[in-house]
């Protein structure tokens, strides 16, 4: 078994202290929203689970467009890694959204595009973990699991679409915002900079994660290799 | 200029050929399925009944009367095609499955695409047989006039995007442990933009809306189409290697 690499090492240092750092930035460096309050602060760390969610289901579908191709058992893992991360951290944004929507929509939750996207999100990569559940066979399992990991990106884009022809309200911080958006802001120069340090420290915990995971998905197959070896 | 033409046509019985050779492994494909149907009669008695089983809870479900009726049509109609749909899906890759006939299948010296657009096809038909009853059946019962251009064109691209996918979802469902539950929750959370589509733009033309404001559903339900079925035809080879 091989030991834990040094490199791996030394970015678990350094995400946590990023992540120190930015939690520090959010609470102490942004000033605070003058309409909204202190609850605006969440923005921050929504956007960046969302960026991380997204990201996250990018590599799966990426990972499956190379498993399909060469057969590697390394891309099935990282596949199913990056679909475990992108779940929790889809799940991160949804939640510190509610948590923003409650005293600025006046409700929990609405039936807005990115919401609705976000949780049909959510459904189509928890039936691909049922969908791998279901079989044995490893081979057949990382097949089926790149092949539907494929067909649920491509529809997430169109689910997005078909939900934007309704209207929106949420707000698009970056870009043009539609009419009717409630909870818009425009950021100072302090707030982009946390904003953007936020992504990077998701992204450094995005790549850390994923290592960690691939990790142990290897571990994993190696044990059962041991098994196999012992019942034998 | 005498040249040209012997040598496009000493070129094009290859392609044509084997263009023709393909089409006649999908018809003969879809030929199969709907002998087998035609014999049976299991699988379209089952989705017919069952369609009309589910119009039949949603008359109670949701007091269909004449004021509600005009705006939730389009949504009972597509639940009821989607569920319907699931249902023949799952049986006509279970059949296959059953009695090692996909086996059999990929045995046979054709390309596996062609598999996969016969078994698309062959329930296309059966999603539109079902359709095609169910939809009189409805304007009697609840009076209201859904033979209009407009609709049945969109019925038709929404059964399409939904089958193209299906077809692709419903031959891995079969191969797992847990087949028959597994496939609507594979395929609902996809299929999800073309019902949705497909619901718009049903209503629209049932309100007798403006064709501006149909047309970004029918393009989105047209991308979808193609898309999907693109796609499918990409990877199909995966899911039924063995």
Redo the contacts between chains.
Sequence with gaps: MEPKPRLLTILDAVTAALFAIAVGLVFFYAPTEAVMGQVQRVFYFHVAAGWVGMLSFLAAAFAGIVYLRTGRRHWDIVGVAAVEIGIAFIFINIVTGSIWARPIWNTWWTWDPRLTTATIMELIYAAYLMLRQGIEDPDRRGRFGAVYAIVGFISVPLTFMSARLFRTIHPIVIGSNQPGAEGQFDMTPRMLQTFMFSLLTFTFVFVDLLWHRVRLGKLADHVEQLKLKLAA | MDGAPVVSHAKTPGLLEGMRLYLRSIAALVWKDLAAELRSRELLSAMLVFALLVILIFNFALELDTRTRATVTAGVLWVTFAFAGTLGLNRSMAMEKDRGCLDGLLLAPVDRSAIYFGKAIGNLIFMILVEVIVLPIYSVLYNINLFQGGLLLVILLGSLGYVA?GT??SA??V?????DI?LP??L??????VL??AV?SSTGFLQGLEMAEIS??LN?LL??DV??IA??FM?FD??V?E
Excluded: G, N, S
């Design positions: 996918v692709l979802l891995m469902a191969q797992t442990r847990t087949r597994l929750i594979l609902f959370p996809v299929a999800i933009p949705i589509a718009k970004p559903w989105l991308v979808y898309v999907f796609v499918a990877v995966y899911v290697e």
